[in-house]
Each structure stands twice: as structure tokens, then as C-alpha cells.
């Protein structure tokens, strides 16, 4: 979850290390650092705390060096200070490190070295890292046979071999000023290509900037960058040749473009996001009496044959859209679908069955818990009868990603750039996804009528106009109404079908960027302990579309309103019943029930925002989070 960059070329590595670790800020935020080399020395500046001390202290950077490697922090070994910011240097101080994710046999490591002579200066399990290469350069023959013909990537090589975890690292040595040696093992690395120049980075908004042209590290592979090139190696030491792609992101992407945060940013990108993804995957010239299906997701009917369960791994606001998509596969495609949360599924995998369809869903592609579920998944099927032979889909917003190279069908929901950390964008085109995969089926399975497919059809191709309608009547109303609520300390949200999983997603919004507490429930479900919470100090905001469970919604409201608590409602604005049992409206436009989730997350995502906005604080890089979890 930290972010790395690195640097080797004509130009001065510090502009470029410290540009690239803003892009990357939102992967860490409590400490950051760079290493260069100048003149037969490696000097390093670090600081405590966000990016911008770092960058007051790079003011008075006197070393126009062009290699270097830099880090922003998010701590998991040792507090935030800054002996505990990368790089992380040998004795010698000839060489730095710089890692993301978890060594986790660190301590054997560290108590071996000590017992050779090393000196610790940090908590942090990185620290084993560069004095274990310092150590394997030392035992070798400077006349020897080196892999790649260098020395330091032998070292380098051997060190990572003896290395435990999740991690990807940066190395650059004063001895081999002319090299950056990178390796990954189940965390995110990327090399950019430039003209005579290299780069590398933890992710691709670092060098979106500089180059669009990319290779990304797989697990066990090490390379070493150099002015003349890249070269690319497996841990055991064999060449690997790979083709580096393009990506058709700009600059302009990873841009504010005159939002105050990234988040409101996002928020409004939302319509187009809807838009993108409809283009992309709808059959404009299908119709009523098409044999086809409407949509083209370019599946492999194999995929769909026989299928008997669908499981879903994800986590956070992944999973939560994958609540809406079980819903959508259950009731739309007609198929018994299970959702796991990644991290429990991992150590208590549910029973193997037979004809089914595993979906990870990841917006970044990286999420550590996300790919070892899958991974284990795809292993214990390994030499299983056809039946039980794995089938695996992603959804995510980044194929480039390892989620990318792990499954062999992907559905791509074109968010574009994600910056914020709290999702929002990127959450809408996973439901979008689920529209389409479960029409998809249910085409292929003959679940619904053509008649009612053509209706939700019709209602998909309405919304990024219905969701732009939203936030042009909602934002200015919100952002007065989230005033009354800066002193509040618990929200209680409520919905029911599917747009309980809308609940859960507004309160996990709520507490990832305002820190007020906020828990989601089914409206049915407060009666059975969660009104014990309810008085006047409790907002109680409920989602009540018109549709199966809209009265039931709105006596379940009236239960919490018998408590005190001030309502706030997610409903249609001409709806009688709704307009005198709420003391508050946040209005969406009728929409037909099971389209309701696109809209009715809105209003949540405007209120989060500006409750955390108009308290001062970081919406962009909430406390304690990072955009992508990539370790366990």
C-alpha cells in the first residue's frame, strides 16, 4: 500500500521522484523520502508526516541527480517517524531500499545479520532488506559470472530469494550508479519506457505523466533499468522476455480540473462512466427479436454452460457492489450466487461445487485478499473433473493489473483514473458491470422475458442522464444540509432489496472520509436490536424506492421516527407517503426498482463528502486508508 517510484536518465531525478510521489500519495501518507546518486555518493532526504515536508525539505536539494528512487509510506512495521521512512540504507550508507508490503520472516533476518555485525536504525521490517544485499555483494567475486552482468542485480536476485511475503522493492547502490534493480513478489511494479530514460512505480498514474508505454512486473520476476535498457529476469535467474504496452490514459486524467478534491471530481465523472460503459458493452442494433444477446462482453459461451453457481470475492466497497450483483444474478439470471469477502474465504473457502463461475472483483486489480482468494481457488479446482475444473472472471478497472494476468476473462468497467481513495466512480461502474454480466445470462439462460429485458434496457440507457439531473439538483441542497451534521457521531443507514448493499456503501463512505461512525442495515432488521441505537442525536437515513419493499421501507422508517431520530430519506420527490414521513428528502428521479441502485447512491456519496468536506478534512487521503490494499 506504499507507493515507489524510481527514476534513471538525463533529466533531475528529484523533479520526477517527487511528481510521481503526489500521484501516488493516495497509496500512503505518514511519512515519505527519496535517495539519488550525485558524484560517487547516495544521499537521501526524509520526512515525517504528508508529502509537502517533504518537498520543503527538497527546496534545499542541492544534487542534480539523475537516478534515484523515492517512497510515500503507509505504516505496517514501526510508527510514522521519520527513522522509520524509506529508503532504508545499509551500514555503509551505500545503498537504499525503498518497499512495498510485508517481509514476513524479517525477524529471523534481522537477528541473523545482527549476529554478523549489523546495525539496525529503524522498527521497520524493510530495514533487513538492504543490509541482506550488502551482505550477498560482499561474498561475491567481483571477476565472477553475474546475472545480467552485473553485480548488484545478482545481489539483489539472492536477497529476494531468501525474502518471505508480499513485496515489491527499488535498489540503487552508489557502487552501481548506473542501475536500478527492482523486484516484485505479489505486490504492484510497473516499468515506463521514456526516450533514453526508465521509470518504475508502484502504479501507473506516477508515469502517466512521462510515458504511456508500460510493462508490469509479474510475481518472482526482477529487472535492472539502465540508460541502455531493461532487462528482466525470474528469481531463478532465467531472461524473460516481455513486450510492454500502451496505455491510452493522458495527463489531464490524474488532474483536479478545477474541483476543490479529487473525490467531487469522481463523483461528477460518474454520468460519463455510465455513458462509457453502455457504449462499450450494449448492442445498439439489437432489438426485441435479436437471436443475440444485447450485450457483448466477449464472454466465451463455455463460460455459461451448465452453470450452477456463481461465487463472488471481494472486499470494501467491491464487495458491496457485489451485493447488487448477487442480487442482479439471483433475481435477473436465475442463478444461486454466494458473496465472500476475499480475506475470510482465503483460510475457510466454501465447498467445492460443481459448474462454477468464481468472480473476483478488485477496482484497482492489486487487492492482496482479492487475488490469493482466487488464486487458491483456481489451484484446488487444478486437476478436477470438467465439472469442477475452474472458472474464473474479473471485474475490474485496471487490465493491466496482476487481476489482469491471473484470470483468463476480465470485464473492464472503463472508470478511467480513480484518485480518491474512498470509491466512487469506480463503484458505479461495477454495478454497471453487474447490469450487464447478469442481462448477459440471463439472455443466454432464457431467465427473463425479451420484453423485460428490452425494459431494463431501456431503463440502463436513461441513466447517465437521470444521474446527471441528480447531481445538478442535489449538490448546492446537500452541501447546506451537511452543516447540521458536523457535530453528529452516528449515522444509521437503512434500505432494503437490493439497495441494502446501497446502505452499507453510504455508511462506509460516511466513515472512511467525515470519521463519524455509521452503520448500514436492512430496514427489517432494526426491530431485531440496531433501534436499541435510535434518539435524537441519530440521523436515520433510509432508501425508499418505489417497488417490492417500498411500504415495508416506510414503516420501518416510522419506527425509527417514533424514536426520536431525525429521517432522512433517498425517494422519489412526488411521493406522498415519503414527503410527510421524512423530516428530509434527498429526492432521486423515478426510476424503476432494480435500476434504483445507480441513483440512489448518489445523494450518500454528496452527503459523505461535503459532512467531511466542511470539516476540514483530507477527503482526498482519509487516515489510516489506502486506495489500494496490497498487503494482507
Not at 510485508?102 to 537477528?111: A, K, M, P, V
Not at 452453470?307 to 458491496?320: N, P, R, V
Not at 476475499?342 to 468464481?358: G, K, M, Q
Not at 423485460?452 to 439538483?473: K, S
Request: with cysteine; aromatic share 8%; net charge negative.
Amino acid at each position: 500500500m506504499c507507493g515507489i517510484v524510481g527514476y534513471i536518465g538525463p533529466q533531475q531525478a528529484s523533479r520526477i521522484l517527487l511528481s510521481g510521489l503526489q500521484k501516488l500519495e493516495y497509496r500512503g501518507y505518514d511519512s515519505a523520502g527519496i535517495a539519488a546518486l550525485w558524484e560517487g555518493e547516495l544521499h537521501c532526504i526524509r520526512a515525517k508526516g504528508k508529502l509537502h515536508h517533504l518537498a520543503d525539505k527538497l527546496e534545499h536539494w542541492e544534487y542534480p541527480a539523475s537516478v534515484g528512487i523515492g517512497h510515500t509510506r503507509w505504516a505496517t512495521h514501526g510508527k510514522p517517524e521519520e527513522y522509520n521512512a524509506h529508503p532504508h540504507r545499509d551500514e555503509a550508507e551505500r545503498l537504499a531500499v525503498v518497499q512495498n508490503g510485508i517481509i514476513e520472516n524479517y525477524r529471523e533476518l534481522r537477528e541473523t545479520l545482527r549476529q554478523k555485525g549489523y546495525t539496525f536504525r529503524s522498527e521497520t521490517d524493510t530495514e533487513v532488506i538492504p543490509h541482506l544485499i550488502a551482505d550477498r555483494l560482499k561474498a561475491l567475486d567481483p571477476a565472477g559470472d553475474a546475472l545480467g552482468g552485473s553485480l548488484l542485480l545478482e545481489a539483489v536476485c539472492q536477497a529476494v530469494n531468501e525474502l518471505q511475503g508480499a513485496f515489491a522493492i527499488a535498489v540503487i547502490s552508489a557502487d552501481f550508479p548506473d542501475e536500478i534493480i527492482v523486484a516484485r513478489q505479489q505486490a504492484p511494479l510497473v516499468i515506463g519506457y521514456g526516450q533514453g530514460e526508465f521509470f518504475c512505480a508502484s502504479d501507473t498514474p506516477a508515469l502517466i505523466p512521462y510515458t504511456q508505454t508500460i510493462l508490469p512486473l509479474d510475481n518472482g520476476e526482477i529487472a535492472r533499468l539502465s540508460t541502455d535498457g531493461v532487462q528482466v529476469f525470474h528469481f531463478n535467474g532465467d531472461r524473460v522476455r516481455k513486450t510492454p504496452r500502451t496505455l491510452n490514459w493522458n495527463p489531464v486524467m490524474v488532474e483536479k480540473q478545477g474541483f476543490k478534491h479529487f473525490m467531487l471530481k469522481e463523483i461528477y465523472e460518474q454520468p460519463g462512466v455510465v455513458r462509457a460503459c453502455l457504449e462499450t458493452y450494449l448492442d445498439e442494433s439489437w432489438d426485441i427479436d435479436a437471436v443475440r444477446s444485447p450485450v457483448r462482453l466477449g464472454l466465451p459461451p463455455e463460460l455459461y454452460a451448465d452453470l450452477e453457481h456463481i461465487h463472488i470475492l471481494a472486499c470494501g466497497t467491491s464487495w458491496h457492489a457485489s451485493l447488487v450483483g448477487k442480487y442482479l444474478l439471483e433475481q435477473v439470471a436465475g442463478i444461486p450466487t454466494q458473496v465472500h469477502y476475499a480475506s475470510e474465504f482465503r483460510y475457510a473457502p466454501s465447498p467445492l461445487t460443481a459448474n462454477t463461475l468464481t468472480i473476483g472483483v478488485t477496482q484497482s486489480g492489486e487487492t492482496a485478499d482479492t487475488l490469493a482468494a482466487l488464486e487458491l481457488e483456481k489451484q484446488r479446482r487444478i486437476d478436477r473433473t470438467d465439472a469442477y475444473r475452474s472458472r474464473l472472471l474479473g471485474i475490474t478497472n485496471r487490465t493491466e493489473s496482476s487481476l489482469g494476468r491471473m484470470v483468463p476473462h476480465l470485464i473492464d468497467t472503463h472508470a478511467g483514473i480513480e484518485i480518491g481513495v474512498a470509491a466512487t466512480k469506480t463503484f458505479i461502474a461495477q454495478l454497471i458491470a453487474f447490469y450487464l454480466l447478469a442481462l448477459d445470462l440471463a439472455h443466454y439462460r432464457k431467465a427473463l422475458p425479451a420484453a423485460r429485458i428490452v425494459e431494463i434496457l431501456d431503463g440502463l440507457r436513461q441513466l447517465p442522464a437521470l444521474v446527471e439531473q441528480v447531481l445538478e439538483i442535489q449538490e448546492r441542497y446537500v452541501e447546506t444540509l451537511a452543516h447540521n451534521f458536523l457535530d453528529t457521531q452516528d449515522f444509521i443507514f437503512l434500505g432494503r432489496g437490493i439497495n441494502f448493499p446501497i446502505a452499507l456503501e453510504g455508511a462506509l463512505k460516511l466513515k472512511e472520509i467525515s470519521y463519524i461512525h455509521a452503520e448500514g442495515y436492512p430496514a427489517g432488521e432494526m426491530k431485531h436490536g440496531p433501534i436499541a441505537l435510535l434518539d435524537s442525536k441519530v440521523p436515520v437515513v433510509a432508501i425508499a424506492m418505489p417497488g417490492t419493499v417500498f411500504e415495508k421501507v416506510l414503516s420501518n422508517a416510522q419506527e425509527a421516527r417514533a424514536r426520536d431520530a431525525q429521517l432522512i430519506g433517498v425517494t422519489p420527490m412526488n411521493e406522498q407517503e415519503a414527503q410527510e414521513t421524512f423530516d428530509t428528502l434527498l429526492p432521486v428521479p423515478e426510476i424503476d426498482e432494480l435500476l434504483s441502485p445507480i441513483l440512489t447512491v448518489i445523494p450518500l456519496q454528496l452527503l459523505s463528502y461535503h459532512i467531511a468536506a466542511l470539516r476540514g478534512l483530507d477527503v482526498d487521503q482519509p487516515r489510516n486508508l489506502a486506495k489500494s490494499v496490497t498487503v494482507e
